[in-house]
């Protein structure tokens, strides 16, 4: 299994801007597909962006536009570039590829 780290969260204004990481403890080069997930406060978890090795990527309506999710192979990381951020994107936000589980994931807060 590969274990991830997210990163890069904290407190935005919003129409602020974030890079979330996600780290993965081994090579994800045969990992064909990674996910960006978030869960705010008192609701269910909830897909965000996907990108697959091919380079093709996927959005939530809500984010497209504002979001871009990209890898680095070569550093085993996976990125979630946040633009125009609203306070509806304050959740916990999860990297998640199939078959293997959940990171403690990074908290993002967008408030004035």
């Known amino acids: 299994q590969v274990q991830f780290v997210e990163s890069g969260g904290g407190l935005v204004q919003p129409g602020g801007s974030l890079r979330l990481s996600c780290a993965a403890s081994r090579s994800i080069a045969s990992i064909y597909t990674m996910a960006w997930y978030r869960q705010a406060p008192g609701k269910q978890r909830e897909w965000v962006a996907t990108?697959?090795?091919?380079?093709?990527?996927s959005y939530k309506d809500s984010v497209k536009g504002r979001f871009t999710i990209s890898r680095d192979n070569a550093k085993n990381t996976m990125y979630l570039q946040m633009n125009s951020l609203k306070p509806e994107d304050t959740a916990v936000y999860y990297c998640?590829?199939?078959?293997?589980?959940w990171g403690q994931g990074t908290q993002v807060t967008v408030s004035s």
């Open positions: 990108c697959v090795s091919d380079g093709i990527t």
């Open positions: 998640k590829s199939p078959g293997n589980g």
